[in-house]
């Protein structure tokens, strides 16, 4: 997995690749705890090149939006496709985050 | 041991060596420097010497020069009378101590017309002076023949002859100092005769072979012809000359010398004398004579100060070198000692003994600081040789104490096939191999009344020991949910708000749960994000599409909804987790959905249990090797053609 931030309207966009499973989630989920606790709360996952998700990273996933709720912040996924896309379809996650087909798309949903 | 051998060995090889290199190089350097110093103040010396004992013998030889010529200008000046001539030679030879003899000796009717030869001798004999008249000494071979008298006639000046023995006069060397004298006659010199005086070399000789150079060192003197005239071989005197030395001793070298000498050279050379020993000699001419004069020095005794001096040197070079042995001996066994104690310590600790004792640090020399070091590095060992026991001792509790929470996830799971033999109206099959010790997979079945079966697989997020805790609890919550709500949608909505609290970890389980009426075939079912369930019937093999749900513990306000469907005679319902279709192979490529569904076309339908092995078979074919990263889980139930009811 290779994990990489910019700042984009006054939001953070993540873009992860590779693979989110049991052996990267921990160092996702420590890269967004860090990001949280740094002041950034609204953030935009772009999965564009991501191929695979596990439930390890479903749960971090999850535990993003939980750290961000009690912040009060907010985070959308962007280009959710295929793999990961039927994923998210089989485990409800569609109920959970706000999804845009792009980054700009979810940026605009982050108001 | 052999480290500390040959750490002495190569110090006291190197030093000693060393210094007995450059004690050898400084004493040779000395003894030869010694040698061509004294070898130049040796030629001066030589010199000197040689210039001395010619001045003497000069002085000798000039007297008796003198007298001849006074002998001779008496006769040449004073038209004497026989008487007066005769009383003149022999007050010259009374006046002269070292002159033997002397004579006037006439030309043929010189002296008078009536007698032909006329040759007065005066000579001494016994202390007495003794008259002779030469003329008739030599009957057969008259005077006027001699050597004595030919040779300074023909020459017309002063001659010295040849010494020789005069037998007549009482065997004593002699030499004869020859002047011709003349008168002048209409102003023409006209030879009258030949004057001479006679002088014994034995007192010069004696002189001569007097002289001690050193110990054995000498000096000689050689004739104009060679012949030995004075050398401490007294049978080679007046015997053998140099030449016949030469040549019986076949010496090139030394005919060569003699020339030169006779020739009348003066030299320096180094050469083996007459008498054996190797000497420098210096050889110079008497000038008077033409005789040749020599002094010798021995070698070996004018070297032997110098050998001396080089011997002790050398004696007091090999204490040194002895003493300088013994310190380098001492030295390096003081160095090595504590490095040897050292060695054997190590020796200790690298066999095990980490409690050994290294000695003391007494120096703060290197040895002093790789002590220290080995202390350090004692002490650290010892502390991780403890820290790994602990660290071992704690992996290896943790690990049986896994092996029992396996063992006891196991007991959890129901394995006893078939779990109601009482109930002919349904198979139904499962199996669960965890990916690591314990897992986080689980299926369940048990009934809520005599004909509602309750049954149902999970996954929970995660593996391990946090997996396996949560997935305990998330399944005693569903089965007592599950008995006492009845319904999927209540069952999974009510486990949801429970397991949704206080997560504070965010792990979640998915959850396909489904209630079987054993009696009609109807299933209602509820989905908590999970995997769809394939189902095997008349119809064929295929997906069922539930609607989705979130996983069980996200989100605590989770809705939830119950579906139905018809489970057909000899239908079968097949659950699994995604360990199945997840499973990859070395190349990363997963079993996927699309491989389950063909596998679950081609296997043996009838028996359940034969079923999932089958596909537990296919899923290992597929992964070829690659570990299994995800517990594998599959439950399968089946409606019986034969209905008790």
């Known amino acids: 997995m290779d994990l990489q931030t910019r700042i984009e309207n006054n939001a953070i966009v993540v873009s992860i690749s590779g693979r989110l499973d049991a052996v990267t989630a921990p160092e996702y989920e420590k890269s967004i705890r860090e990001l949280i606790e740094s002041g950034h709360i609204h953030i935009v996952v772009d999965f564009e090149q991501l191929d695979y998700i596990s439930s390890a990273g479903l749960r971090g996933l999850l535990l993003m939006a939980k ?30 985050f706000k999804m845009g087909n792009s980054v700009a798309e979810a940026l605009t949903m982050l108001i | 041991m052999q480290g500390k051998n040959s750490i002495v060995i190569r110090l006291v090889l190197v030093i000693t060596l060393s210094s007995i290199v450059i004690f050898a190089v400084t004493l040779g350097y000395n003894y030869y420097q010694s040698r061509v110093i004294l070898q130049n103040e040796l030629e001066s010396n030589a ?6 004992l010619v001045n003497r013998v000069e002085i000798q030889l000039t007297g008796v020069t003198k007298v001849t010529k006074g002998l001779a200008h008496y006769v040449e000046t004073d038209k004497q009378t026989e008487q007066k001539l005769l009383s003149w030679i022999r007050t010259t030879v009374e006046n002269n101590p070292e002159i033997y003899g002397a004579f006037v000796a006439f030309e043929p009717y010189a002296f008078s017309a ?87 070399l034995d007192a010069l000789t004696e002189y001569i072979s007097s002289v001690k150079i050193l110990r054995t060192g000498y000096a000689a003197l050689l ?9 401490p071989l007294k049978d080679a005197i007046m015997n053998d000359s140099f030449f016949s030395i030469a040549e019986e001793r076949q010496e090139p070298f030394l005919r060569e010398l003699g020339k030169k000498m006779v020739r009348g050279e003066t030299g320096f050379v180094h050469y083996k004398s007459l008498v054996g020993f190797t000497s420098w000699m210096y050889y110079t001419p008497i000038p008077s004579t033409g005789w040749a004069l020599a002094v010798l020095f021995p070698e070996a005794e004018l070297l032997e100060d110098v050998r001396k001096l080089s011997m002790t040197m050398a004696a007091m070079g090999f204490v040194g070198i002895l003493l300088l042995t013994l310190a380098v001996i001492y030295i390096a066994k003081a160095i090595i ?25 007494r120096s703060n020399d290197e040895v002093g600081g790789l002590t220290h070091d080995f202390q350090a590095m004692q002490a650290s060992l010892k502390e991780y040789i403890k820290n790994l026991t602990e660290t071992t001792a704690a992996k290896e509790r943790i690990q049986s104490e896994l092996k029992v929470a396996t063992n006891i996830q196991a007991s959890l799971l129901p394995r006893i096939f078939p779990p109601f033999p009482d109930h002919p109206e349904f198979d139904i099959y499962a199996s669960m191999v965890p990916a690591k010790e314990v897992g986080g997979d689980f299926y369940d079945f048990f009934f809520i009344d005599e004909k509602n079966l309750c049954f149902l697989i999970a996954d929970v997020s995660d593996k391990g020991v946090p997996a396996a805790l949560y997935m305990m609890v998330a399944k005693t919550l569903l089965k007592t949910e599950g008995q006492r709500l009845g319904e999927p949608d209540k069952m999974l909505s009510s486990v949801n708000r429970i397991l949704a609290t206080d997560n504070e970890s965010c792990m979640f389980t998915t959850v396909f749960c489904a209630i079987l009426d054993i009696t009609t075939g109807d299933v209602r079912f509820a ?38 469907f018809a489970l057909e005679q000899e239908g079968t319902l097949f659950l699994y987790t995604d360990g199945v279709t997840e499973a990859k192979n070395p190349e990363d490529m997963l079993y996927g959905e699309e491989r389950l569904l063909k596998a679950l076309q081609i296997a043996p339908q009838e028996d359940l249990a034969k079923m999932i092995h089958y596909i537990s078979s296919e899923v290992s074919y597929h992964a070829n090797g690659a570990p299994q990263s995800d517990d594998i889980t599959m439950l399968a139930i089946k409606i019986s053609k034969k209905r008790s009811a």
């Open chain 2, 527 to 564: 989905n908590a994000g999970h995997n769809p369930p394939l189902i095997i019937d008349s119809l064929g093999v295929r997906y069922l599409t539930p609607k989705p749900g979130l996983m069980l513990g996200a989100m605590s306000e989770t809705v939830f909804l119950t579906e139905r």
């Open chain 2, 337 to 361: 000692k504590p490095l040897q104690l050292l060695a054997a310590a190590t020796d200790e600790i690298a066999s095990g003994n980490f409690d050994v004792a290294l000695p003391m640090v």
């Open chain 2, 223 to 231: 004739t104009r012809n060679g012949t030995i005239l004075a050398h």
């Open chain 2, 47 to 52: 010199r000197n010497l040689a210039m001395s």
């Open chain 1, 67 to 96: 750290l961000l709720n009690a912040k009060g912040g907010r985070a959308c996924l962007a280009n959710v496709k295929g793999n990961v896309q039927s994923v998210f379809d089989m485990c409800g996650f569609n109920a959970v």
């Open chain 2, 114 to 200: 009536k007698s032909r030869l006329y040759a007065p001798y005066y000579y001494r004999e016994k202390g007495k002076i003794v008259f002779e008249g030469l003329e008739n000494s030599y009957i057969d071979y008259p005077y006027p023949y001699w050597d004595w008298y030919q040779i300074p006639r023909e020459l017309g000046k002063l001659e010295w002859s040849e010494p020789y023995f005069d037998e007549g006069a009482g065997n004593i060397l002699m030499s004869t100092c020859s002047l011709p004298f003349y008168k002048e006659v209409n102003g023409k010199k006209q030879l009258q005769g030949v004057v001479g005086a006679d002088v014994s």
